[in-house]
């Protein structure tokens, strides 16, 4: 029998961006990845039983997933309309995260300029160590975070600095601004 209090559920859907999962709570998503090549890859990065990928989603995920599924398509849509239930995080957290989703559309801010705009000059690092264990990729949009000189920085969704430059290219960043000190040449993402 399934429990419908149970305080998560699970979704898994295919996107233009690959395979994207959820974990659900009862007021926001808890969790987002995507990038994924298949859907069992999906499931596995969420760490859920067969038993929980039975629970049915929450009443607020039906809007939460036609925006993922439109910005994954391209669409600029805004992601801070889906309810999140991020979790504890300091002062200095919540400054960055609040900060950084006021980055538009399109363009990025630099690990620097980001601890600048959270009150915290000095602390890049931070704000770098704060994105790599961002839960909420897109909606908190970790992507648009770039290096100085305009590095990459880091990415740790599937595919890596590949998927963030196909992240920024969608959103109509000029490769320019941040492909400069790039290893290797922009390559195209292709899900199947």
């Not at 859920?48 to 925006?67: G, I, Y």
């Not at 264990?133 to 949009?141: A, E, H, S, Y």
Request: net charge neutral; hydrophobic share 40%; glycine share 10%.
């Amino acid at each position: 029998m399934i429990d419908a209090t149970s305080p998560h559920s699970f979704a898994v859907f295919r996107t233009d961006l690959g395979w994207m999962g959820a974990r659900l709570g009862k007021s926001g998503i808890k969790s987002l990845t995507f990038g994924h090549l298949t859907e069992e890859s999906a499931w596995e990065s969420l760490e859920v039983s067969q038993r929980e990928r039975a629970f049915p989603p929450p009443a607020w995920w039906k809007d939460a997933h036609n925006l993922l599924v439109e910005y994954a398509s391209g669409e600029p849509v805004d992601l801070t309309q889906i309810p999140v239930e991020a979790g504890e995080k300091t002062a200095f957290q919540q400054r960055v995260v609040y900060q950084l989703q006021k980055v538009p559309y399109g363009q990025v801010v630099t690990y620097r300029e980001l601890a600048a705009r959270a009150g915290s000059p000095g602390a890049a690092r931070a704000v770098g160590n704060q994105m790599a264990k961002n839960c909420l990729p897109l909606i908190i949009p970790c992507h648009r975070v770039i290096g100085s000189g305009g590095k990459l920085g880091g990415f740790s969704a599937p595919q890596g600095l590949d998927m963030k430059r196909h992240l920024l290219s969608m959103e109509g960043c000029s490769p320019d601004s941040f492909a400069a000190a790039a290893d290797s040449p922009t390559s195209s993402l292709v899900f199947t």
